[in-house]
């Protein structure tokens, strides 16, 4: 069974931290990097963060310093650590593979996890 499960989003002021979860099924996760992105209103879906399956991080440079991305190998679940959190990171937060923008279109996607930063 095909399953992403994201959660951990919630409103927080600017400045606050949030830890994001993703269980993933594992023909998903495993063997995979594993990446988070987000979709703000109106715009694309962007990679922030990924994780190798040794766990060696990339980061996009709007997060750098401030998100942190792990992984458990042995639960196929990814999670993100966002500190320091700006209003612009308001956005709907998926999990999934890492790939190319013709190879994500394929993919399945789960339900995501709305963060909101604001006062």
């Known amino acids: 069974q095909v399953q992403l499960v994201e959660s951990g989003g919630r409103l927080v002021q600017p400045g606050g931290s949030l830890r994001l979860s993703c269980a993933a099924s594992g023909s998903i996760f495993s063997g995979n990097t594993m990446g988070w992105y987000l979709q703000a209103p109106g715009k694309a879906r962007e990679l922030v963060a990924s994780?190798?399956?040794?766990?060696?991080?990339y980061y996009a440079d709007s997060v750098k310093g401030r998100f942190t991305i792990s992984r458990d190998n042995a639960r196929n679940t990814i999670y993100l650590q966002m500190n320091f959190l700006k209003p612009e990171d308001t956005a709907v937060y998926y999990c999934?593979?890492?790939?190319?923008?013709?190879?994500?279109?394929?993919?399945?996607w789960g339900q995501g996890t709305q963060v909101t930063v604001s006062s």
């Open positions: 994780i190798s399956i040794p766990g060696t991080p």
């Open positions: 999934n593979r890492v790939g190319s923008k013709a190879y994500l279109e394929t993919l399945y």
